[in-house]
Every structure is written in structure tokens, then in C-alpha cells.
């Protein structure tokens, strides 16, 4: 009975991704992780880092070690995460605070037509649950509290397998005290298909850019509608409209 239940959170994937920055609509992914698990041992690896098409901040460079040369010649994620979909595809995912990494491949995935309903498990949330209330939670500090070996952190494929290692061992020391908690659950997150800006949108943008004299960091021409508007009425905001000749 015990092995029935628990070759139910046996087969599954972990992912981490590194971003830009915190807001799956405003941010993008610059490296993904992810590593196949059967019977606790890992069968199967797969990372990339990706082009944001946009420059990296000195602090995200510094937290990840990614550099802008990095990702310069990197793919675009239209051009992955397809891969990444199809890898995923039949396991549950596990990660460390995991709907932080579904939000940002749920979003890719749906906007470059794949499908991404997930389950998935937060080994953050089984370490709320099991870890003393006065003990960091985050990644590095429950591996530390566990006495799992973490690899590079901060880089995706690193923190993956330190997701997967730190799950395993959370599996071996408490799945008998309650094992629902480990079973996967639907990862909720709703996000429509986004749509590219149109040329108009890119064409008032480039002016407002030009008569203002602002430098963008971001590559207009991979923007969304909702992205090129929200910067475009920041920078009407900010600096006025083009004035009238």
C-alpha cells in the first residue's frame, strides 16, 4: 500500500528558470533548468539559456552569474520552449517555490501555442510544513537545514537538481507522516495568449524614443501589444506627447 502511494510522486520534473526580474508580464526568462526524475533518480537533464532581447540589470547579473554576453547569442524562447514543453510532458512538476517558475513557462508556452496545464509539487511549501518556524525556507537554507548537497545556485539546471535532491530527501523523512502533502496539485495560473504589437504600435513608440531621446534597452520588435502600450503611455506620462508642428 505505502509503495502504491508513494510511486505516485515518483516520476516527475524539476524546473527552475532565471528571469530578468520578478513579474512574469513585465520580466523574461533568461535560463531554464530542468532535470527528469524516475524512482528518485534523475534520468534525463536539458538547460539553455535563453535571449531576453533585452539588456540584463547589474544585480541580476551579479545574482546569476549571466551576462549579457552570456544570452547575446542565445536562443529566443520561441525558439525553445516548445523542447521544453515536450519534456515536460506526462510528469508533474516539483520546484522550490514553483509557481514562480510555472508562471514565466506557462506564459512562453501559451503564447507561442503550446499547451501548459500542470501539476506540479512546492517543496517551499513542505518545507513550511515540516521545517522548524524559525529556520530559513529559501532554497539554499533547506538544503542546508536537510544535508542536501546544492550545486551552483542561482543557475537554472543547479537549482534544479537542488530541487529535486532537496524533495527526495524531504520524501525519505516525512512522506509517512503525510503523504497527501506530496502528492502533485494543480499549478493555477491563467494567462491568455498575448498578441504581438502591431506595426503601428511599434512605429509611435520608435518616434516617441526619437523625440524624447531615450535609449531603450528592450528589442522593439519581439514586444507584445500590452508591452509596447504600457511603455508607450509610460513615456507619454514621464516626458509629454510629441509636440504639435
Do not use: W
Amino acid at each position: 500500500m505505502v509503495r502504491e502511494m508513494t510511486d505516485r510522486v515518483s516520476g516527475y520534473v524539476a524546473v527552475d528558470v532565471e528571469t530578468t526580474g520578478l513579474d512574469p508580464k513585465l520580466e523574461k526568462i533568461i535560463e531554464i533548468g530542468a532535470v527528469k526524475v524516475e524512482g528518485g533518480r534523475v534520468t534525463e537533464e536539458k538547460t539553455t539559456l535563453v535571449n531576453p532581447r533585452r539588456e540584463l540589470s547589474q544585480r541580476i547579473m551579479e545574482l546569476t552569474g549571466i551576462s549579457g554576453d552570456m544570452v547575446a547569442n542565445a536562443p529566443g524562447i520561441e525558439e525553445v520552449i516548445g523542447e521544453y514543453e515536450e519534456f515536460c510532458r506526462g510528469y508533474p512538476l516539483v520546484g522550490h517555490k514553483i509557481l514562480f517558475d510555472y508562471s514565466f513557462l506557462k506564459r512562453a508556452a501559451v503564447n507561442h501555442g503550446f499547451p501548459f496545464e500542470k501539476e506540479g509539487v512546492d517543496t517551499l511549501t513542505l518545507c513550511r510544513k515540516f521545517m522548524p518556524p524559525d529556520v530559513k525556507k529559501n532554497l539554499a537554507s533547506a538544503c542546508a537545514y536537510y544535508g542536501v548537497n546544492q550545486e551552483k545556485a542561482h543557475r537554472a539546471l543547479g537549482d534544479a537538481c537542488s530541487a529535486h535532491r532537496l524533495f527526495e530527501e524531504l520524501k525519505k523523512r516525512h512522506i509517512l507522516e503525510n503523504i497527501e502533502v506530496f502528492y502533485p496539485k494543480p499549478l493555477i495560473y491563467k494567462i491568455k495568449r498575448e498578441q504581438p504589437a502591431t506595426k503601428r504600435q511599434k512605429e509611435v513608440l520608435q518616434e516617441l524614443l526619437k523625440y524624447h531621446k531615450i535609449n531603450l534597452t528592450v528589442q522593439i520588435d519581439y514586444m507584445t501589444r500590452n508591452e509596447v502600450s504600457r511603455i508607450t503611455d509610460k513615456i507619454i506620462s514621464q516626458y509629454g506627447r510629441i509636440a504639435e508642428r
